[in-house]
């Protein structure tokens, strides 16, 4: 089956504007979550949504958004980029939330969406 | 959350074990050990979960020892493909549901011929 699938793969924008990214998760799986990674933070948690609506959030400025439609796929803004926005951008999938315990940690994620700030 | 301390990173060579030990002592109760694998550019890619003892598939093992507080990943006979960051991860659901992972650092293995 598919795997999760993140558009668009590398864009660049200049600092003020905004940014939208898309992702598609596994065909079946409701919860869509989203990480920041760079190279002098890792990977930071960004926000997760499970049913249209966003459950848990990491410590990221109100700049950062996001919604979940109600196929799981699921957006994420930027707005006013900054240069210190630039990082990959990932989105993982997960089954469902009935996998409390064991599959709470088995995410699926997809290649990214490079983010170059000028 | 769980945090987790991982090496840096680790050397090894082809056709080499390799053991990544992870800590974590402020495991709960409830919390999985989850060990991800990723290639630069690429997203993370699940390599194996364990909560206790020993789990086996065809990639990897996981040691659990009885407390809990450390786990080591183990990679046998490595080849070259093989070399990327490895994360260890600790946690399960939320109250409320859902989970925040949070991703340490990682271990860069880097394999040599």
């Known amino acids: 089956k598919a795997g999760v699938t993140q558009t668009p793969r590398y864009l660049i924008k200049t600092r003020g504007q905004q940014v939208t990214l898309s992702c598609s998760p596994i065909s079946g799986h409701r919860s869509v979550s989203w990480y920041q990674q760079t190279p002098g933070q890792g990977l930071q948690f960004l926000f997760e949504?499970?049913?249209?609506?966003?459950?848990n959030k990491g410590n990221f400025p109100g700049r950062f958004s996001g919604r979940q439609f109600s196929n799981s796929r699921s957006e994420m803004n930027v707005s006013t980029l900054e240069l210190g926005d630039s990082a990959l951008y990932l989105c993982a999938s997960k089954r469902r939330d009935s996998e409390r315990f064991s599959g709470a940690n088995v995410l699926t994620f997809g290649a990214g969406s490079r983010l170059t700030v000028l | 959350l769980a945090k987790t301390t991982q090496p840096i990173s680790m050397d090894s060579y082809e056709g080499q074990e390799v053991n990544i030990t992870c800590s974590h002592n402020n495991i709960a109760t409830n919390d999985y050990i989850t060990w991800y694998q990723q290639f630069p550019s690429q997203g993370p890619r699940f390599i194996i979960q364990?909560?206790?003892t020993k789990v086996t598939n065809e990639v990897a093992s996981l040691f659990i020892p009885a407390d809990r507080k450390s786990s080591t990943l183990s990679l046998p006979r490595v080849s070259l493909s093989d070399t990327a960051v490895y994360y260890c991860?600790?946690?399960?659901?939320?109250?409320?549901?859902?989970?925040?992972?949070?991703f340490g650092t990682g271990t860069q293995l880097k394999v040599e011929l």
């Open positions: 991860l600790v946690g399960g659901v939320l109250t409320g549901g859902g989970n925040k992972l949070t």
């Open positions: 949504y499970f049913s249209e609506t966003q459950r």
């Open positions: 364990g909560y206790k």
